[in-house]
């Protein structure tokens, strides 16, 4: 997949790499306690799907996941959709999504709906992302297997579920205290199951926006809510070499942003912006909340 030159930005390296600014949390904060980095589970000991027959893949995945045959075989169909509008580009996201049932982290009343082309509802006024903009987002950040990633926005968790199967290193932020514990409960009770790998996801609830700079650097970030500009704490915690994708712009129709943080011969960093579309669509997603219940803007 080709895209346009990027846009450039060069900051001064003291300023890219200084610490950010003092964390806020939110009161009575939750911290989910996950497995230290000597002792996560080796998810590259999954079994992986197989990638050329839709039979086989639903064979496979209900004799060694215990997953619903009629979703699995919604999910190989969407993912081939991906795959078609090249919003899946690599095995290893195509095999992340396909282990990932999407249909565990919807609610009860839009299981059903799972694998359809479309946003879900999970309440507290929030969504799950509509999977080919999950799939893109993922893709763009071609996460390593011993990669830092921070995913702000936790949601229903899905996302971090799928880059459970990417990094043994995944942690996600929400800002919403019942739906971070909600969704904390559920990583542990599936962890506990058939899905040892989401016992690997570190989470708290706070305010996104500050991060979480005692776990960074991040080789990658992926933010999953919609502001005008890029947190400079983000862009601090991003590692040198490292790639961010956030939506960036007004509500309603942002630009769904690959950020690059490349360090130069002379040692100046540049951060490149590259919108994952092209210029062809715009993207909307929730408010990036905070704190007061407001929206972060600049």
């Known amino acids: ?21 003092g964390m ?73 999504f396909l282990l990932t049932p999407r249909e565990i982290f ?8 799972a694998y359809e082309h479309a946003f879900l509802d999970i309440g507290y006024g929030v969504t799950i992302s509509g999977p080919h903009i ?34 043994r290193n995944p942690y996600s932020i929400e800002i919403i205290e019942p739906l971070a514990e909600r969704t904390t409960a559920l990583y542990a009770e599936l962890a506990g199951d058939r899905f040892p790998e989401y016992g690997n996801i570190g989470t708290k609830a706070a305010d996104g926006y500050f991060g979480w700079e005692e776990q960074g650097p991040f080789q990658k970030i992926i933010v999953t809510a919609a502001i005008d500009h890029i947190p400079p704490p983000l862009l601090q915690q991003l590692d040198v070499g490292g790639v961010m994708v956030i939506p960036v712009g007004p509500p309603g129709a942002q630009t769904l942003l690959k950020v690059s943080k490349v360090e130069e011969a002379d040692g100046t960093l540049t951060i490149t912006r590259e919108d994952l579309y092209q210029g062809r669509r715009k993207v909307s997603f929730v408010p990036f909340t905070n704190t007061e219940g407001g929206t972060w803007s600049q």
């Open 24 to 96: 806020a949390v939110l009161p009575g904060a939750l911290r989910r306690s996950f497995a230290q980095d000597d002792t996560r589970f080796d998810f590259t000991t999954i079994e992986r799907p197989p990638l050329d027959s839709r039979q086989a893949f639903i064979d496979f995945i209900t004799a060694t996941r215990g997953d619903d045959p009629q979703m699995a075989g919604r999910r190989w169909d969407r993912c081939q959709a991906l795959i078609g509008n090249s919003d899946l580009w690599q095995d290893k996201e195509i095999e992340a």
């Open 1 to 21: 997949m080709s895209f346009r030159p990027p846009s450039r930005l060069r900051i001064g390296r003291r300023k890219a790499l200084g610490l950010a600014a």
């Open 134 to 167: 999950v799939g893109r987002m993922t893709s763009a950040l071609d996460v390593q297997p011993d990669e830092r990633t921070l995913e702000i926005g936790t949601g229903s968790g899905y996302q971090s579920a799928i880059l459970a199967y990417l990094t």
């Open 106 to 113: 919807a609610l009860e009343r839009n299981r059903a709906r």
